[in-house]
């Protein structure tokens, strides 16, 4: 004689068994969906939020498939058995307690969510101002501060940057994964990204707006430097131009011919 | 086949006379632009895209009036009548030829939908297996950069018609069987929404010979300018929206008039209520796909340049023109509530299809039928989270993300609903109850990847990665694609009479479902490391930062185009199964999955007219395991 | 919802009727007159996301600003289609009373009127004809001209099919068509005027009211 479905002992054995799949589960996602190296202030909210997800991804899988996987093994049908299942339509406490549980994490995750969006996006004292102009297919920075220009970006480590993005033709978007963060540049407006880069090193910057093509191919070296390296990279670069630190300072060069408007 | 069947001469078979017509119209269309160029005193008389915009509707147009499609309507307009009768249309010519021409009976357009809808998904599978074989390593082997970008388009573009399609069909076929109708409110415009998706489809297959590069999204300004391939899939597209808007036109009438006596709303069968939902948001959003696709055809450099979506800058450097979010918001506001259209129908199945197998009623009737018509109403707020890296009120992205998350609460009622149906029952597993099992599996996967991706933050990281990928296919799989299948497989026998292979079904199924989750979760997995998407080349080592390296990508990658093969081979299996099964697997008799729905009570494969008698319903659809409750009182007492 | 089956409750889903004829239900004229109607109403709510949308781009693109245009002729197409709105009606009221000859002839001055405020959109908003009227908005200038043009381009073609509905209604009442009780093609004609009209009720205020003129 099978038990009845209302028994506690089938929900004792699929408790215990969501909270063994539910802790197998998120060290399985640990390993299978492995984030790049965190190299910004913004990457290690970012990887926060995202492992929050994580186990709430877990112990939610978990909840569905042990219960499904339970009822798979334990209420299927004997051989020659043509008999019916038990009679019942539902059970409304029941159906509250799962509109009300979910809409509970919801309001926990938005406000994870809001808090999280306003550290991310924040804006800092002392950026390093730099404009971004995508273009098909590759970037070009220049650095108003200093007038210098460059195809590849350099910043220093540690200090705020503050991205002025537009682009000439289509859409682009900004991306550097380390850094997590990104956002497109459209054209005809400026848009903004900040990120604080923490770890010293050459990454790629990459387009990840699909833009014609070799949109592919559309990438950029981002070098993260010490602040010395870093102000002597500008002083190589001016050089470079014809240009002197000193008089540079006041030409504005990002007004170039990319014109920036107000939408 | 009887013996006083007519010999068929090609042109009489509605199809090749329907595409004669519209290779008519193309030309009679190029030829017009021709006419009025030369009329207004242009050098050079020959224009490609103009001539494509005008050659596309009068090509529609001219399909539809070869085929028939309309001859009624123009008949009335003179004012004939033309009273419907139950039957085919041309009496004697042999049943096969029913199915290439304009029939009446939903059942027969139910069926056009259903091999339409499975053709265009096996087109836009067998793109996926080409640019997945060109992704299975790094560097550029065999695909072009313009050919791989194209291909990703069509790829999109083809299953989407599928998927539109493949609902039709089972909207189409199972709807009014299941309120106990003998047919659709709007039968002639039910075959006209059907055929206009053919010359869509034309259309969509000629934009191959020239390429388009802008993805599925065609998000201006990219798809503004460079070759006329996009008009083609503009106005393809256009067309299909006309044939979403009428056939949900249609079916939100029927469901609401053309129910049996006692078939009260909440004694419909649960697909019922996911196929309003469906509708509702079909009948409605659609028109916002429409127009922003007409603004793009209006806007594209050859044509008008109407500058929607375009900065101009005046004299004094303001602007006087328009701006590229424009059209992501309009797009979004139909495509996202499309993404439920989408899935309703497939999570209907699902729940119509558990309790068969459980043999116990659907848990929670009401609360799912209403959670249908809540997903569909909450994915009308939800549109701008496919924009968080997108240029807008930073303001506005709280509101998206919020209301996003909102869209777990009736997603979460129905898995728990699901769950409440198989807990305590007598569950057997033939082949559609695998299908539907494995379709709550992957829907799941996708629906648990989504908040990741409504919270900002973390989808500031993974926006236009394979992780999008990897959440949107497997929400779509888990949404349609499973339980497609698994209502193929569950009505294979109402439709044709026989029972399918199965041992084949399941083959099926365990090929297709580890090969599913293994390629979601790869996808998922070179996603959260960095991969874009949409490139055709990709560094296997990302910029050599990640955590794991050593060509992980690339291993990841090969897993991946290893699993679409699979599938793609599982799926061949299936059309063996059901074209070799529909001749020789054995007889099936009325109602083999002992159903209580409206349909397994009368003969299969039904006979022309569903239900000479009018039904008479008297209790709940999924009573099962009651014991007082008696089998049906069907038939001729 | 339907009363259960007193002898067996929660009994069986289906059972066969034995009052109905065995052929089959044919649907009456009210049932498919009933179909109609809900199928109509359904089009114009659909019908009324397009328009909603053309006023969201509109305010989109434009917010507080309009073009400069010329009010006088706005309100005079805007009057003719109205009065349009009007004989439509009073047609059918005509057909109605059975005065197929005031029904006829109003019809035709509904279309006439609709050809009116047609030209009047293709001779001045558009500037069609610059030997009449010397425009000044273009489609390809700037989000003025291309909004304008996309509105009332959307907007004209309602009005054209609308005007072609009314003749073939026409035409089938010359030939004897159409009775006070049998009259739907003339009922759906004049709520789909009735709807043209009404969505033009939007988009007039939308394009020549509301926000600054800006000259350009």
């Known amino acids: ?263 | 086949m009887a013996d006083n069947e007519q010999r068929m001469s090609l042109l009489s078979i509605g199809l090749v006379r329907g595409l004669v017509g519209q290779f008519a119209g193309i030309l009679l269309g190029f030829a017009l632009v021709v006419l009025i160029r030369a009329l207004a005193g242009y050098d050079e008389v020959w224009s490609t895209e103009p001539a494509w915009v005008v050659g596309a509707i009068l090509g529609a147009l001219g399909f539809l009036i070869a085929i028939g499609a309309m001859s009624d309507w123009f008949s009335w307009w003179r004012g004939g009548e033309t009273p419907f009768v139950h039957g085919p249309r041309h009496p004697g010519r042999p049943t096969w030829a029913r199915y290439f021409d304009v029939d009446y009976n939903h059942k027969v357009i139910g069926i056009q939908y259903g091999v339409t809808g499975l053709i265009m998904l096996c087109i836009g599978g067998s793109f996926a297996v080409i640019f997945r074989s060109e992704l299975a390593r790094s560097g550029l082997q065999f695909l072009q950069p313009a050919t791989y970008n194209t291909f990703i388009g069509m790829h999109g573009w083809a299953a989407l018609f599928g998927i539109f399609i493949g609902i039709g069909g089972m909207a189409n076929y199972l709807v009014p069987l299941m309120i106990g109708a003998d047919d659709m409110a709007f039968p002639r415009l039910n075959s006209f929404a059907f055929w206009i998706n053919v010359p869509a489809i034309v259309l969509l297959l000629i934009s191959l010979y020239y390429t388009w590069d802008a993805g599925w999204t065609v998000y201006p300004p990219l798809s503004l300018k460079g070759s006329p391939g996009f008009q083609l899939v503009f106005w393809s597209i256009f067309l299909l929206g006309f044939s979403s808007i009428l056939g949900s036109l249609n079916l939100v009438a029927t469901m609401l008039r053309m129910r049996s006596p006692g078939m009260s709303l909440f004694r419909m069968p649960i697909f019922c209520w996911a196929m309003m939902a469906t509708s509702l948001i079909q009948l409605t959003a659609t028109q916002l796909i429409a127009m922003s696709f007409l603004m793009l055809s209006l806007a594209r450099e050859a044509t008008l340049a109407m500058p929607f979506f375009v900065p101009v800058l005046n004299a004094a450097g303001v602007n006087i023109g328009g701006d590229p979010t424009l059209f992501q918001h309009t797009f979004w506001f139909y495509s996202h509530p499309a993404v439920y259209v989408w899935v309703l129908p497939g999570l209907g199945i699902i729940s119509e299809l558990l309790p068969v197998f459980a043999r116990k009623p659907l848990f929670g009737y009401r609360w799912i039928a209403i959670s249908s018509l809540a997903i569909a109403l909450v994915g009308f707020l939800v549109w701008g989270h496919h924009m968080f890296t997108s240029a807008y009120s930073p303001n506005l992205r709280v509101w998206f993300m919020v209301s996003t998350l909102l869209v777990a609460v009736p997603t979460g009622v129905k898995f728990f609903s699901w769950l409440g149906t198989i807990w305590g029952g007598k569950l057997s597993f033939p082949t559609p109850m695998l299908f539907t099992l494995g379709a709550i599996s992957v829907f799941l996967l996708g629906g648990l990847s989504g908040p990741v991706l409504a919270t900002v933050a973390t989808d500031l990281h993974l926006q236009d990665t394979y992780f999008v990928i990897g959440h949107f296919h497997a929400t779509i799989f888990g949404g349609f694609v499973f339980p497609f299948f698994a209502a193929i497989y569950y009505w294979f026998p109402k439709i044709t009479g026989r029972m399918y292979n199965e041992q084949l079904g399941k083959l099926h199924f365990w090929l297709m479902l580890p090969a599913f989750w293994l390629m979601s979760v790869g996808q998922m997995s070179v996603g959260v490391a960095g991969m874009r998407r949409r490139i055709v080349d990709y560094d296997p080592l990302l910029g050599g930062m990640t955590r794991f390296n050593l060509g992980f990508v690339e291993i990841v990658q090969i897993l991946i185009t290893i699993s679409a093969f699979v599938i793609a081979f599982s799926i061949l299996i299936m059309i063996y199964n059901l074209f070799h099964s529909a001749e020789v697997g054995r007889v099936a008799g009325a109602n083999p999955w002992r159903s209580r729905s409206p349909e397994w009570q009368i003969p299969s494969p039904i006979p022309e007219q569903s239900y000479p008698r009018p039904l008479h319903v008297v209790g709940e659809p999924y009573d099962y395991g009651l014991a007082t409750s008696p089998r049906f009182v069907a038939g001729d007492d | 919802m339907a009363v259960a089956n007193p002898v067996a409750p929660g009994a069986g889903h289906v059972e066969s009727a034995h009052s109905e004829a065995a052929h089959g239900h044919v649907p009456t004229y009210a049932e498919t007159l009933a179909n109609n109607r809900l199928g109509l109403w359904l089009f114009f709510i659909s019908e009324a996301f397009l328009f909603g949308g053309l006023l969201a781009v509109r305010f989109y693109l434009w917010g507080g600003t309009r073009p400069e245009v010329s009010q006088f002729i706005g309100l005079l197409v805007t009057s003719v289609l109205l009065l349009s709105s009007i004989s439509m009606y009073t047609a059918e009221a005509a057909l109605e009373n059975g005065n197929r000859r005031l029904f006829l002839t109003l019809l035709l001055v509904t279309a006439f009127l609709g050809l009116v405020f047609l030209g009047g959109v293709m001779i001045f908003e558009w500037g069609l004809f610059p030997s009449l009227y010397e425009g000044h908005l273009t489609p390809w200038g700037d989000k003025y001209g291309a909004v304008v043009f996309l509105m009332t381009g959307m907007h004209a073609i309602h009005v054209i099919s609308g005007i072609i509905f009314i003749l073939i209604v026409w035409n089938l009442g010359r030939k004897g068509h159409f009775s006070p009780s049998r009259k739907w093609g003339v009922e759906s004609a004049a709520i789909y005027w009735h709807y043209v009209d009404l969505v033009w009720i939007f988009f007039y205020p939308a394009i020549y009211l509301i926000g600054t003129a800006v000259t350009h």
């Open chain 1, 1 to 263: 004689m099978q038990r009845s479905s209302t028994d506690k002992r089938h929900f004792i054995i699929a408790g215990v068994l969501v909270v063994v799949v539910s802790l197998a589960l998120y060290a399985l996602l640990y390993v299978a969906l492995p984030l790049p190296l965190q190299a910004s202030t913004q990457a290690a909210t970012i990887d926060w939020v995202f492992q929050a997800h994580m186990i709430l991804l877990s112990v939610l899988f978990a909840l569905v498939v042990v219960f499904m996987m339970y009822a798979v093994v334990v209420f299927r049908r004997k051989d020659g058995d043509s008999s019916e299942g038990e009679h019942f339509e539902g059970n409304t406490p029941l159906e509250i307690a799962w509109t009300v549980l979910p809409l509970i994490a919801v309001v926990i995750f938005g406000y994870i969510g809001v808090t999280s969006l306003r550290t991310v996006t924040a804006a800092q004292e002392n950026e390093v101002v730099v404009d971004v102009e995508g273009f098909q297919w590759a970037w070009a920075f220049t650095y108003p501060d200093t007038g210098a220009a460059s195809a590849d970006l350099v910043l220093p480590v540690n200090q705020p940057a503050r991205m002025e993005m537009t682009s000439r033709d289509v859409i682009h978007s900004f991306w550097v994964p380390e850094f997590r963060v990104k956002q497109d540049a459209v054209p005809g407006q400026t848009t903004v990204l900040r990120f604080t880069p923490t770890v010293e090193g050459e990454y790629t910057l990459v387009c990840a707006e699909l833009c014609g093509l070799t949109h592919y191919n559309m990438i950029a070296k981002v070098k993260i430097v010490s602040q010395e390296e870093y102000a002597q990279w500008q002083q190589v670069q001016l050089a470079a131009m014809g240009k002197t630190a000193a008089t540079a300072g006041s030409i504005d060069v990002a007004q170039g011919d990319a014109p920036a408007v107000d939408n």
